[in-house]
């Protein structure tokens, strides 16, 4: 999968923009604060509708301005495809491909995928189970855009069922419970449906992740990553029935797969808590790295790689051993230094004040 | 944005803005071209906007639009009495009147239930329904609400509150694009799907 060209209006700091990309690796070099993130989050939001730094949709658009544009030409293995997406201040975003409407998020997976490395990662070891869900259920729909229904599905269910618990302050008349009911079959069913989904993500990522893991630390350590779900074990129908009352008395939907986590462990002991800075780093380059390696294998073709400033906090040992463990593909990455010497760089961008130019290497 | 354009035609834009489906843009675009054509189009654009506000009414049966009492439908002695057909909204009665399939009455819920637009089954034509089941000589409900999240859970709690003895709830057959509206169904689709309804509850 490629990008061969990214147009930009009133994109974060960005007036007007109109960017070639070649295949191979493209490093975007330039001081910190300049804008090089801006390009990779717009080559991010083609691909995916949203940021990958989990920016609010006002915050991509410059300031002054109503709407921003970002416009991909992409390609997946010779197959051009053209996306156009509107972004407004008014929430009411309209996304085109090849010209026409587009009818469902999933249509976009079957054209592009991206996989974003942000220095942020290290979250996704030390933080909470909110940025571990998504990455599994990101991969989830990358892996097979007939999984993004069941995903939705849950996701408005679970809006539904909450917008009427609050609704109801606690009374539950014949009608709400009635209503209830039906909410707790909807969700019950689509939420089954996403963790066997998640199930089977989790168990396909967890030889890939030890791998991963062994490529760029340069030594064996068994990592395992194990779903944590209060309420499989029972079934959610009934989980949802036992925890009405709760539910009630709060106003929102206390069980569910909103509520999981992935517990990551390294050599048996839980990372989070027990593995060092170093090791999380690592760990977190893995989990991503995997992901990769996981969707390249599915579809035959890699997603586009966006490696946002990672250099910075790896060794250069690591950092290699990072850039040969990902398999071939288009890379574009961001650096406020100069990159590896070993990494073989095919376009150099310099990125100033608000412009940017491209170096002949 | 303020200051842009006199008080009457931002005025006019903004009237255009809060129809359904219409953009800013787009309503910028209308109320320009209103501005242009000659006043007696625009004239009868108003005329048709007031006459058929003063006489379309909703049927006091079945709530389906129409010019009295009761609607065309409901006031055609030739049609089945027996056979209700749930729908959503006005238009749903259009797409399934096109596809002929169809020689049954009515019922109009007004909507779907979505908590996240404050509507809830009290908020829709239901308790007329369970009325309309309950006072006898039904002896099938169709739903016919759309195949997405909504309408599903619309369907759902219908076959729930209409269990009445000898009166056999169906649904409309997959088939139909999930996710979809029931109006952007083709006829032939939409009359395959409700031939091979299947029933939810009831003998
Ligand atoms: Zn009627």
């Known amino acids: ?50 940021s990958f730094r989990s920016a609010p949709i006002d915050a991509m658009i410059r300031r002054g301005a109503d709407s921003a544009v970002v416009r991909a030409q992409l390609d997946r293995n010779g197959r051009e495809a053209l996306v156009e997406a509107e972004i407004n201040r008014s929430g009411r975003n309209r996304v085109l491909l090849n010209r026409q409407r587009l009818a469902r998020t999933s249509d976009l997976t079957d054209v592009v995928l991206v996989t974003a490395f942000a220095p942020t990662d290290l979250e996704l070891i030390k933080g909470g189970p ?19 229904p069941v995903k939705a599905g849950f996701e408005r269910s679970l809006r539904q069922r909450n917008a009427l618990l609050k609704q109801v302050r606690g009374r539950l008349d014949t009608s709400a419970s009635a209503t209830l009911d039906v909410w707790d079959h909807q969700l019950a069913d689509s939420g089954e ?77 839980p990372a989070r808590t027990h593995a060092s800075q170093g090791e999380q780093r690592t760990l977190a380059l893995a989990l991503r790295v995997a ?21 910075s906090e790896l060794d250069d040992n690591r950092a290699e051993a990072l850039l040969a463990s990902l398999p071939d593909g288009q890379r574009i990455l961001t650096t406020a230094t100069e990159p590896p010497s070993t990494v073989h760089t095919n376009q150099l961008l310099m990125v100033a004040e608000g412009t940017i130019t491209e170096r002949t290497l | ?18 129809l359904p489906g219409v953009g800013p843009k787009s309503a910028q ?24 506000k003063e006489r379309v009414r909703f049927c006091s049966v079945c709530f389906n639009l129409g010019e009295h009492e009761l609607c065309e439908i409901c006031s055609d002695v030739k049609r089945d009495d027996h056979v209700i057909c749930v729908v959503e909204e006005p238009r749903d009665v259009v797409a399934i009147e096109r596809t002929h399939e169809f020689r049954g009455r009515y019922h109009v819920l007004q909507g779907a239930i979505d908590h996240l637009q404050g509507v809830g089954p009290d908020q829709l034509r239901i308790r007329e329904l369970i009325a309309r089941v309950t006072a006898g000589g039904i002896t099938e409900v169709i739903i016919c609400t759309n195949p997405n ?17 000898g ?37």
Not at chain 1, 210 to 239: F, N, Q
Not at chain 1, 293 to 306: K, T, V
Not at chain 2, 35 to 46: G, H, S, Y
């Open chain 1, 193 to 269: 449906r996403l963790s066997v989904l998640r199930q089977g993500l989790i168990d396909d990522l967890t030889p890939l992740v030890t791998k991963a893991y062994r490529d760029i630390a340069g030594y064996e350590a068994e990592v395992v990553l194990h779903y944590a779900s209060s309420w499989r074990e029972r079934g959610l129908k009934e989980s949802l029935v036992a925890s009405r009352e709760d539910d009630l008395r709060r106003g929102v939907t206390l069980v569910g797969p909103h509520r999981d986590d992935v517990t990551i462990s390294l050599g048996d002991m």
């Open chain 1, 1 to 50: 999968m490629l990008i061969r060209r990214l147009w930009l209006r009133d994109f974060r700091s960005y007036g007007e923009l109109d960017l070639s990309f070649t295949d191979g690796t493209c490093v975007i070099l330039g001081p910190n604060g300049v804008g090089k993130s801006n390009l990779l989050e717009a080559i991010g939001y083609a691909a995916q509708l949203d």
């Open chain 2, 149 to 165: 999240l909504e309408g599903e859970a619309t369907a759902l709690y219908l076959s729930k509150v209409l269990d009445v003895p």
């Open chain 2, 1 to 18: 944005m303020a200051g842009a354009y006199s008080e009457a035609i931002q005025d006019l834009i903004d009237a255009l803005g809060r």
């Open chain 1, 130 to 148: 909110g940025l571990r869900r998504s990455l599994i259920d990101g991969l989830v729909v990358s892996m097979d855009s007939r999984n993004e």
């Open chain 2, 29 to 52: 675009r209308i109320a320009f071209h209103l501005l242009k054509v000659d006043v007696d189009e625009a004239n009868r654009l108003a005329r048709a906007i007031v006459r058929a």
């Open chain 2, 167 to 203: 009166v056999t709830i169906s649904r409309l057959s997959s088939g139909l694009p999930v996710g979809g509206d029931l109006e952007y169904a083709d006829e032939l689709t939409l009359g395959r799907a409700l031939e091979g309804r299947r029933v939810i509850t009831g003998d």
């Open chain 1, 291 to 311: 992901g990769h390696r996981l969707l390249a294998g599915i579809h035959g073709s890699s997603p586009i790689l966006l490696l946002d400033d990672v250099f």
